[in-house]
Protein backbone atom coordinates (compact mmCIF):
# COMPACT_ATOMS: atom_id res chain seq x y z
CA UNK A 1 0.00 0.00 0.00
CA UNK A 2 1.59 3.53 -1.35
CA UNK A 3 1.56 6.53 0.16
CA UNK A 4 -1.33 8.32 -2.01
CA UNK A 5 -4.09 5.71 -3.71
CA UNK A 6 -2.68 6.61 -7.56
CA UNK A 7 -2.18 2.60 -8.20
CA UNK A 8 -3.50 2.22 -12.00
CA UNK A 9 -6.99 0.19 -12.85
CA UNK A 10 -6.62 -3.48 -14.65
CA UNK A 11 -6.61 -3.48 -18.22
CA UNK A 12 -9.51 -4.12 -20.32
CA UNK A 13 -9.73 -7.46 -21.71
CA UNK A 14 -7.90 -7.72 -25.26
CA UNK A 15 -10.20 -10.43 -27.15
CA UNK A 16 -8.94 -12.55 -29.77
CA UNK A 17 -10.76 -12.40 -33.06
CA UNK A 18 -13.96 -15.13 -33.65
CA UNK A 19 -12.84 -18.34 -35.28
CA UNK A 20 -13.26 -18.92 -38.77
CA UNK A 21 -16.62 -20.50 -40.37
CA UNK A 22 -15.79 -24.60 -40.21
CA UNK A 23 -15.74 -25.90 -43.92
CA UNK A 24 -18.54 -28.30 -44.62
CA UNK A 25 -17.58 -31.71 -44.41
CA UNK A 26 -17.77 -34.20 -47.06
CA UNK A 27 -19.80 -37.26 -46.74
CA UNK A 28 -19.62 -40.47 -48.46
CA UNK A 29 -22.82 -42.75 -47.96
CA UNK A 30 -21.75 -46.19 -49.20
CA UNK A 31 -24.59 -47.89 -47.89
CA UNK A 32 -26.98 -45.74 -50.41
CA UNK A 33 -23.83 -44.84 -53.28
CA UNK A 34 -24.36 -41.26 -52.38
CA UNK A 35 -21.51 -38.39 -51.37
CA UNK A 36 -22.07 -35.00 -50.86
CA UNK A 37 -18.66 -33.06 -51.52
CA UNK A 38 -17.33 -29.55 -52.01
CA UNK A 39 -16.10 -28.62 -55.83
CA UNK A 40 -14.93 -25.75 -56.94
CA UNK A 41 -16.98 -25.23 -60.29
CA UNK A 42 -16.04 -23.22 -63.60
CA UNK A 43 -15.86 -20.06 -61.97
CA UNK A 44 -14.01 -20.92 -59.60
CA UNK A 45 -16.32 -20.92 -56.62
CA UNK A 46 -17.07 -23.50 -54.09
CA UNK A 47 -20.02 -25.25 -54.51
CA UNK A 48 -22.02 -28.43 -53.04
CA UNK A 49 -22.30 -31.01 -55.05
CA UNK A 50 -24.77 -34.35 -54.59
CA UNK A 51 -23.70 -37.22 -56.78
CA UNK A 52 -24.20 -40.78 -57.30
CA UNK A 53 -21.50 -43.24 -56.50
CA UNK A 54 -20.18 -45.90 -59.18
CA UNK A 55 -22.63 -48.37 -58.59
CA UNK A 56 -20.64 -51.94 -57.88
CA UNK A 57 -20.91 -54.66 -61.26
CA UNK A 58 -23.57 -56.34 -59.36
CA UNK A 59 -25.58 -53.47 -58.87
CA UNK A 60 -25.00 -52.13 -62.73
CA UNK A 61 -26.06 -55.29 -64.35
CA UNK A 62 -29.17 -55.37 -62.40
CA UNK A 63 -29.73 -51.85 -63.20
CA UNK A 64 -28.59 -52.28 -67.14
CA UNK A 65 -31.21 -55.47 -66.99
CA UNK A 66 -34.21 -53.32 -65.55
CA UNK A 67 -33.09 -50.32 -68.45
CA UNK A 68 -33.22 -53.27 -71.23
CA UNK A 69 -36.66 -54.74 -69.82
CA UNK A 70 -38.25 -50.81 -70.37
CA UNK A 71 -36.79 -50.45 -73.51
CA UNK A 72 -38.16 -53.67 -74.60
CA UNK A 73 -41.30 -53.53 -73.73
CA UNK A 74 -41.64 -49.24 -74.75
CA UNK A 75 -40.57 -50.86 -78.41
CA UNK A 76 -42.94 -54.02 -78.36
CA UNK A 77 -46.41 -51.95 -77.31
CA UNK A 78 -45.81 -49.09 -79.60
CA UNK A 79 -45.45 -51.62 -82.26
CA UNK A 80 -48.63 -53.71 -80.90
CA UNK A 81 -50.18 -50.44 -80.79
CA UNK A 82 -49.48 -49.52 -84.14
CA UNK A 83 -50.63 -52.66 -85.40
CA UNK A 84 -54.46 -53.02 -87.03
CA UNK A 85 -56.41 -56.13 -86.96
CA UNK A 86 -58.18 -54.82 -89.83
CA UNK A 87 -55.19 -55.27 -92.00
CA UNK A 88 -55.21 -58.96 -91.79
CA UNK A 89 -58.70 -59.30 -92.62
CA UNK A 90 -60.28 -58.10 -95.66
CA UNK A 91 -64.16 -57.42 -95.62
CA UNK A 92 -64.05 -55.25 -98.66
CA UNK A 93 -65.44 -58.07 -100.80
CA UNK A 94 -68.27 -59.13 -98.46
CA UNK A 95 -68.80 -55.02 -98.25
CA UNK A 96 -69.19 -54.91 -102.16
CA UNK A 97 -71.55 -58.00 -102.01
CA UNK A 98 -73.99 -56.25 -100.00
CA UNK A 99 -73.92 -53.21 -101.30
CA UNK A 100 -74.65 -54.94 -104.84
CA UNK A 101 -77.15 -56.71 -103.21
CA UNK A 102 -78.72 -53.34 -101.90
CA UNK A 103 -78.43 -51.93 -105.45
CA UNK A 104 -80.29 -54.76 -106.90
CA UNK A 105 -82.82 -54.28 -104.66
CA UNK A 106 -83.55 -50.70 -104.92
CA UNK A 107 -83.58 -51.56 -109.05
CA UNK A 108 -85.86 -53.61 -108.88
CA UNK A 109 -88.53 -51.82 -105.95
CA UNK A 110 -88.05 -48.86 -108.89
CA UNK A 111 -89.29 -51.85 -111.26
CA UNK A 112 -92.22 -52.47 -109.04
CA UNK A 113 -93.11 -49.59 -108.01
CA UNK A 114 -92.85 -46.69 -110.99
CA UNK A 115 -93.65 -43.61 -108.48
CA UNK A 116 -92.42 -41.12 -111.54
CA UNK A 117 -96.09 -41.76 -112.96
CA UNK A 118 -97.67 -41.89 -109.87
CA UNK A 119 -96.91 -38.46 -108.83
CA UNK A 120 -98.02 -36.90 -111.75
CA UNK A 121 -101.32 -38.70 -110.79
CA UNK A 122 -101.36 -36.74 -107.42
CA UNK A 123 -100.40 -33.48 -109.02
CA UNK A 124 -103.21 -33.81 -111.67
CA UNK A 125 -105.76 -35.07 -109.15
CA UNK A 126 -104.29 -32.38 -106.48
CA UNK A 127 -104.77 -29.41 -109.40
CA UNK A 128 -108.47 -30.64 -110.16
CA UNK A 129 -109.64 -30.20 -106.86
CA UNK A 130 -107.85 -27.13 -106.18
CA UNK A 131 -109.72 -25.67 -109.41
CA UNK A 132 -113.06 -26.78 -107.87
CA UNK A 133 -112.22 -25.66 -104.13
CA UNK A 134 -111.29 -21.91 -105.68
CA UNK A 135 -114.61 -22.30 -107.49
CA UNK A 136 -116.35 -23.30 -104.36
CA UNK A 137 -114.33 -20.79 -102.33
CA UNK A 138 -115.35 -17.73 -104.45
CA UNK A 139 -118.76 -18.65 -104.59
CA UNK A 140 -118.88 -18.51 -100.70
CA UNK A 141 -117.16 -15.57 -100.63
CA UNK A 142 -119.13 -13.63 -103.08
CA UNK A 143 -122.42 -15.03 -101.62
CA UNK A 144 -120.80 -13.74 -97.78
CA UNK A 145 -120.37 -10.25 -98.80
CA UNK A 146 -123.96 -10.01 -100.36
CA UNK A 147 -125.14 -11.12 -97.40
CA UNK A 148 -123.31 -8.56 -95.14
CA UNK A 149 -123.95 -5.60 -97.44
CA UNK A 150 -127.94 -6.26 -96.88
CA UNK A 151 -127.52 -6.00 -93.62
CA UNK A 152 -124.95 -3.31 -93.28
CA UNK A 153 -122.18 -5.29 -91.40
CA UNK A 154 -119.83 -5.78 -93.78
CA UNK A 155 -117.32 -3.17 -92.11
CA UNK A 156 -118.32 -4.35 -88.10
CA UNK A 157 -117.29 -6.92 -85.98
CA UNK A 158 -119.44 -9.43 -86.98
CA UNK A 159 -118.55 -9.43 -90.95
CA UNK A 160 -115.00 -9.29 -89.33
CA UNK A 161 -115.69 -12.55 -87.36
CA UNK A 162 -117.88 -14.22 -90.27
CA UNK A 163 -114.78 -13.61 -92.81
CA UNK A 164 -112.50 -15.26 -90.18
CA UNK A 165 -114.78 -18.03 -90.16
CA UNK A 166 -115.44 -18.73 -93.86
CA UNK A 167 -111.28 -18.54 -93.84
CA UNK A 168 -110.56 -21.08 -91.33
CA UNK A 169 -113.48 -23.47 -93.13
CA UNK A 170 -111.73 -22.99 -96.57
CA UNK A 171 -108.02 -23.88 -94.88
CA UNK A 172 -109.31 -26.75 -93.55
CA UNK A 173 -111.08 -27.97 -96.95
CA UNK A 174 -107.29 -27.22 -98.45
CA UNK A 175 -105.89 -29.46 -96.47
CA UNK A 176 -108.67 -32.20 -96.92
CA UNK A 177 -108.18 -32.07 -100.40
CA UNK A 178 -104.46 -32.63 -99.99
CA UNK A 179 -104.92 -35.18 -98.27
CA UNK A 180 -107.16 -37.16 -100.89
CA UNK A 181 -104.84 -35.94 -103.05
CA UNK A 182 -102.48 -38.40 -101.24
CA UNK A 183 -104.67 -40.89 -100.08
CA UNK A 184 -105.64 -41.02 -103.84
CA UNK A 185 -101.57 -41.81 -104.85
CA UNK A 186 -101.22 -44.43 -102.20
CA UNK A 187 -104.07 -46.39 -103.64
CA UNK A 188 -103.04 -45.80 -107.24
CA UNK A 189 -99.73 -47.32 -106.05
CA UNK A 190 -100.95 -50.05 -104.27
CA UNK A 191 -102.72 -51.40 -107.29
CA UNK A 192 -99.43 -51.11 -109.04
CA UNK A 193 -97.25 -52.45 -106.68
CA UNK A 194 -99.60 -55.19 -106.36
CA UNK A 195 -99.39 -56.28 -110.08
CA UNK A 196 -95.32 -57.06 -109.60
CA UNK A 197 -94.87 -58.11 -105.84
CA UNK A 198 -95.08 -62.04 -107.16
CA UNK A 199 -92.42 -61.62 -109.43
CA UNK A 200 -90.62 -59.91 -106.97
CA UNK A 201 -90.95 -61.80 -103.73
CA UNK A 202 -89.40 -64.49 -105.77
CA UNK A 203 -86.17 -62.60 -106.94
CA UNK A 204 -86.19 -61.44 -103.08
CA UNK A 205 -85.79 -64.83 -102.01
CA UNK A 206 -82.53 -65.33 -103.95
CA UNK A 207 -81.09 -62.08 -102.69
CA UNK A 208 -82.32 -63.25 -98.76
CA UNK A 209 -80.14 -66.61 -99.49
CA UNK A 210 -77.23 -65.02 -101.09
CA UNK A 211 -77.22 -61.91 -98.15
CA UNK A 212 -77.20 -64.42 -95.63
CA UNK A 213 -74.50 -66.74 -96.92
CA UNK A 214 -72.40 -62.70 -96.98
CA UNK A 215 -73.65 -62.39 -93.48
CA UNK A 216 -72.38 -65.81 -92.35
CA UNK A 217 -68.82 -65.20 -93.71
CA UNK A 218 -68.73 -61.63 -92.48
CA UNK A 219 -69.78 -62.82 -88.97
CA UNK A 220 -66.50 -65.17 -89.34
CA UNK A 221 -64.05 -62.79 -90.55
CA UNK A 222 -65.25 -60.48 -87.64
CA UNK A 223 -64.86 -63.69 -84.88
CA UNK A 224 -61.24 -63.85 -86.85
CA UNK A 225 -60.70 -59.90 -85.73
CA UNK A 226 -61.95 -59.66 -82.43
CA UNK A 227 -59.55 -63.30 -81.78
CA UNK A 228 -56.40 -61.41 -82.82
CA UNK A 229 -57.45 -58.07 -81.34
CA UNK A 230 -57.73 -60.00 -77.79
CA UNK A 231 -54.02 -61.67 -78.87
CA UNK A 232 -52.91 -58.30 -79.20
CA UNK A 233 -54.35 -57.22 -76.17
CA UNK A 234 -52.71 -59.82 -74.09
CA UNK A 235 -49.74 -58.75 -75.45
CA UNK A 236 -50.26 -55.15 -74.81
CA UNK A 237 -51.00 -56.42 -70.84
CA UNK A 238 -47.75 -58.63 -70.71
CA UNK A 239 -45.93 -56.15 -71.96
CA UNK A 240 -46.81 -53.24 -69.58
CA UNK A 241 -46.02 -55.92 -66.96
CA UNK A 242 -42.71 -56.35 -67.84
CA UNK A 243 -42.18 -52.31 -68.64
CA UNK A 244 -43.42 -51.98 -64.63
CA UNK A 245 -40.95 -54.76 -63.74
CA UNK A 246 -38.27 -52.71 -65.58
CA UNK A 247 -39.26 -49.48 -63.93
CA UNK A 248 -39.29 -51.13 -60.71
CA UNK A 249 -35.69 -52.15 -61.03
CA UNK A 250 -34.80 -48.54 -61.87
CA UNK A 251 -36.69 -46.87 -59.54
CA UNK A 252 -35.33 -49.01 -56.73
CA UNK A 253 -31.91 -48.00 -57.97
CA UNK A 254 -33.25 -44.08 -57.89
CA UNK A 255 -35.27 -44.09 -54.36
CA UNK A 256 -32.06 -45.96 -52.84
CA UNK A 257 -30.37 -42.73 -53.73
CA UNK A 258 -32.59 -40.55 -52.85
CA UNK A 259 -33.07 -41.84 -49.50
CA UNK A 260 -29.37 -41.34 -48.43
CA UNK A 261 -28.67 -39.02 -45.68
CA UNK A 262 -25.35 -37.57 -46.74
CA UNK A 263 -26.61 -34.35 -47.39
CA UNK A 264 -28.15 -33.64 -44.08
CA UNK A 265 -25.58 -35.54 -42.01
CA UNK A 266 -23.05 -32.83 -44.06
CA UNK A 267 -25.55 -30.03 -42.80
CA UNK A 268 -25.61 -31.51 -39.32
CA UNK A 269 -22.38 -31.66 -38.91
CA UNK A 270 -21.07 -28.32 -40.68
CA UNK A 271 -24.07 -26.62 -37.80
CA UNK A 272 -22.46 -28.91 -34.82
CA UNK A 273 -18.43 -27.80 -35.76
CA UNK A 274 -19.61 -23.85 -36.32
CA UNK A 275 -21.68 -24.20 -32.76
CA UNK A 276 -18.77 -25.76 -30.91
CA UNK A 277 -16.15 -23.51 -32.16
CA UNK A 278 -18.90 -20.25 -31.42
CA UNK A 279 -19.27 -22.31 -27.56
CA UNK A 280 -15.59 -22.71 -27.04
CA UNK A 281 -14.81 -18.94 -28.67
CA UNK A 282 -17.70 -17.24 -25.82
CA UNK A 283 -16.80 -19.80 -22.85
CA UNK A 284 -13.30 -18.15 -23.55
CA UNK A 285 -14.47 -14.31 -23.67
CA UNK A 286 -16.59 -15.33 -20.92
CA UNK A 287 -13.76 -16.44 -18.82
CA UNK A 288 -11.45 -12.98 -20.17
CA UNK A 289 -14.94 -11.19 -19.02
CA UNK A 290 -14.52 -12.80 -15.59
CA UNK A 291 -10.75 -11.89 -14.65
CA UNK A 292 -11.19 -8.38 -15.25
CA UNK A 293 -14.43 -8.00 -13.30
CA UNK A 294 -12.31 -9.50 -10.24
CA UNK A 295 -9.76 -7.49 -10.77
CA UNK A 296 -11.59 -4.47 -10.86
CA UNK A 297 -13.67 -5.05 -8.15
CA UNK A 298 -10.26 -5.38 -6.57
CA UNK A 299 -9.35 -2.38 -7.54
CA UNK A 300 -12.34 -0.14 -6.76
CA UNK A 301 -12.64 -2.22 -2.71
CA UNK A 302 -8.29 -1.57 -2.20
CA UNK A 303 -7.56 -0.24 1.37
CA UNK A 304 -7.38 3.32 1.52
CA UNK A 305 -3.46 4.62 1.90
CA UNK A 306 -1.56 6.29 5.16
CA UNK A 307 -2.15 9.92 3.65
CA UNK A 308 -6.04 8.91 2.86
CA UNK A 309 -6.09 7.67 7.00
CA UNK A 310 -4.62 11.38 8.13
CA UNK A 311 -6.68 13.18 5.80
CA UNK A 312 -9.94 11.62 6.71
CA UNK A 313 -9.08 12.11 10.39
CA UNK A 314 -8.59 15.41 10.58
CA UNK A 315 -11.56 15.86 8.41
CA UNK A 316 -13.46 14.76 11.30
CA UNK A 317 -11.66 16.73 13.72
CA UNK A 318 -12.50 19.90 12.28
CA UNK A 319 -15.87 18.59 11.78
CA UNK A 320 -16.49 17.96 15.37
CA UNK A 321 -14.75 21.29 16.17
CA UNK A 322 -16.80 23.68 14.37
CA UNK A 323 -20.53 21.72 14.48
CA UNK A 324 -19.86 20.00 18.04
CA UNK A 325 -21.87 21.09 20.77
CA UNK A 326 -21.59 23.34 23.34
CA UNK A 327 -19.34 21.93 26.13
CA UNK A 328 -18.05 19.08 24.13
CA UNK A 329 -14.57 18.62 23.39
CA UNK A 330 -14.43 19.47 19.99
CA UNK A 331 -16.51 22.34 21.20
CA UNK A 332 -14.08 23.78 24.05
CA UNK A 333 -10.93 22.98 21.61
CA UNK A 334 -12.15 24.89 18.74
CA UNK A 335 -13.26 27.44 21.04
CA UNK A 336 -9.27 27.50 22.02
CA UNK A 337 -8.07 27.48 18.45
CA UNK A 338 -10.35 29.77 16.95
Not at 171 to 192: I, M, P, T, W
Not at 225 to 248: H, P
Request: charge should be negative.
Amino acid sequence: MGLFKDDPPPATPQYVAPPPREEIMDIIDEVTGVQSITVIGPDGKKRRKIERLPRTPEEQQMFVMGEDLMKKAINNIKDLYAYNPDSVIDFQPLLKTFADLNEERVNALGQVANIGNIQEDIQAFREMQTALDDDMFMRQNRALEENLGRKGLSDSYAGQEARAFAERNQDLVRKQSEFNANLYGEELAAKRLGRNAQAFALDETGRAGRLQAAQAEYQLRKDQQADIENKRQTAIGENMNLLKVGSGITGQDLNKALASQAPQIANQTFQMQNADSLQRYTAGVNAQNAVYDRQRFAYDNRPPSFLDLGLGIGSAVGGAMLTGAPGTLGNRLGAKLF
